[in-house]
């Protein structure tokens, strides 16, 4: 994921990236809609160091669900992609 990210970003220079982990049949956004690629490489750190364990069945739909939120406020002209990825 950090390659994946820090390759995105060097792709993608003024892209944005937000990351949404699913555990237990709930989604929850790690890393909020930004830049800073050091921001979700910490966020992703700190899920391999077990502070945010992904355990239990996951769910598409919340995950997607908690996506299309995120999105939702983006301005009308920007594009918006959703990439799904299992670690």
């Known amino acids: 994921?950090?390659?994946f990210v820090?390759?995105?970003f060097y792709l993608n220079p003024i892209s944005q990236l937000g990351?949404?982990?699913t555990r237990s049949k709930r989604a929850?956004?790690?890393s909020e809609?930004?830049?800073n690629p050091r921001q979700h490489i910490?966020?992703?750190k700190r899920l391999g160091q077990g502070e945010s364990e992904c355990i239990g069945?996951?769910?598409l739909q919340n995950s997607l669900e908690l996506t299309i939120q995120t999105l939702r406020h983006m301005p009308a002209h920007a594009s918006r992609e959703v990439s799904i990825g299992m670690v």
């Open 1 to 3: 994921m950090q390659d």
């Open 57 to 59: 069945e996951p769910s």
């Open 28 to 30: 929850e956004l790690i």
């Open 42 to 44: 910490d966020s992703i």
């Open 6 to 8: 820090e390759e995105y």
């Open 19 to 21: 990351l949404v982990i």
């Open 33 to 35: 809609l930004a830049g």
